[in-house]
């Protein structure tokens, strides 16, 4: 009987340990497209979704779904049973590959709550979090933008994307005692607290409303010497003098070109309009700083960090298209992300080794040809001196 007691109570223990998947989407089967609602919101303006798994690939049937046409719009979801994850790890993960090498356009994924019209789903629909790369010109950043209280917030710091051609892996977790990660390739790039890092709290101290600098405030540190004096013959020194080097041209002719006069440069004793040197001001008091009270307004929040999730949605627009999406994860467990993301880790550095012995073998291809060319020119060279020798 403890036995079986024990073998309970480890089982209960197990699943809150390891967590719950709430969704996998890998894409590997044609029924793909049976889970996920394309939004005809964009109508011609939309892009065709490719499947595909890419230039390089660890297994050929190991597919995601590529965008196809540049200068268009991409937008597609899946939904599935609504979750909160109250009280719980929140892990958000999926992969994408910018074989175009991506140079204006999104690369990010939204979760979205319940109740979103699939079919016009667009970038006006919910969502609770938006995560993942974002490209364009000088910009190359990391999204995280987190839903509260109908209004959407980007995280306060800067998170450097990647920008190769190459499988990276984005992992987002949130926890529940308010704090975060971001990840790529299982490196975290940024954490910290919810409340520090977005602005979704009133501050909790603001200035006093009924305080104000009193008008007799010093806070000149320095001031004028009133007891200095302009010295004697400032002004007598002029700013231009005509150049001592210069000489009259000797065709200057005088009757019809005037009198000759030497052109003005600048005098090296001109100083400039003079003013007194400044000296510590016995008056100073500091910079005067405005007294803070608490912000009646604020309030804390303690589940800033729960969402309930009903859907994830790809909503982006992209310049050049080839970007592919897959592995997407959505789970309680951060050890299964962990384990999840190192597959693509050894995709990634297995689409770096092919992409290496690629371009090795297009450089001796460069080597061969330009070995021929050479060959080829010193055999006419040849047969030309012959011939004049003939």
Not at 18 to 25: D, P, Q, R, V, Y
Not at 202 to 218: F, G, Y
Not at 246 to 251: L, M, Q, R, S
Request: hydrophobic share 35%; glycine share 6%.
């Amino acid at each position: 009987m403890k036995t079986i007691c024990a073998i309970a109570l480890f089982s209960v223990f197990a699943l809150t340990v390891l967590g719950k998947t709430h969704f996998s989407e890998n894409f590997n089967d044609a029924a793909w497209t049976d889970r996920w609602v394309e939004s005809t919101f964009k109508g011609s303006d939309a892009g065709n979704w490719v499947h595909s798994a890419g230039k390089f690939f660890l297994d050929e049937n190991d597919k995601g779904i590529k965008t196809g046409t540049d200068y268009r719009f991409y937008q597609i979801s899946s939904v599935f049973d609504e979750f909160s994850n109250k009280d719980e790890d929140l892990v958000f993960q999926f992969s994408i590959k910018n074989e175009q090498r991506l140079d204006c356009g999104g690369g990010y994924i939204k979760l979205l709550p319940a109740g979103v019209d699939q079919q016009n789903y667009n970038g006006d629909s919910p969502y609770n979090i938006m995560f993942g790369p974002d490209i364009c010109g000088s910009t190359k950043r990391v999204h995280v933008i987190l839903s509260y209280k109908g209004e959407n917030h980007l995280i306060n710091h800067n998170i450097p994307c990647e920008t190769d051609t190459f499988s990276h892996v984005y992992t987002l977790i949130i926890h529940p005692d308010q704090t975060y990660e971001v990840l790529i390739d299982n490196v975290e790039k940024r954490s910290g607290s919810l409340s520090e890092d977005w602005d979704f709290l009133a501050p909790k101290q603001i200035k006093d409303p009924n305080q104000s600098k009193p008008e007799d405030w010093v806070d000149e540190a320095t001031i004028p010497d009133p007891d200095a004096t302009k010295p004697e013959g400032w002004d007598d020194i002029s700013q231009f003098i005509p150049d001592p080097e210069a000489e009259k041209p000797e065709d200057w002719d005088s009757e019809l070109d005037g009198d000759w006069e030497a052109p003005l440069m600048p005098n090296p004793d001109y100083q400039g309009e003079w003013s007194a040197p400044m000296i510590p001001n016995p008056e100073y008091k500091g910079q005067w700083v405005h007294p803070l009270i608490d912000n009646p307004d604020y309030e804390f929040d303690s589940e800033i960090y729960s969402f309930k999730t009903a859907g994830v949605g790809i909503e982006i627009w992209q310049v050049k298209s080839g970007s592919i999406f897959d592995n997407i994860l959505v789970t309680s467990d951060p050890a299964e992300a962990r384990a999840a993301a190192e597959k693509i880790i050894a995709l990634r550095d297995h689409e770096k080794q092919a992409q290496s012995a690629e371009d090795e073998a297009a450089r001796l291809e460069r080597e061969e040809e330009m070995a021929r060319l050479e060959d080829e020119l010193e055999e006419e060279e040849e047969d030309g001196h012959v011939h004049d020798e003939l």
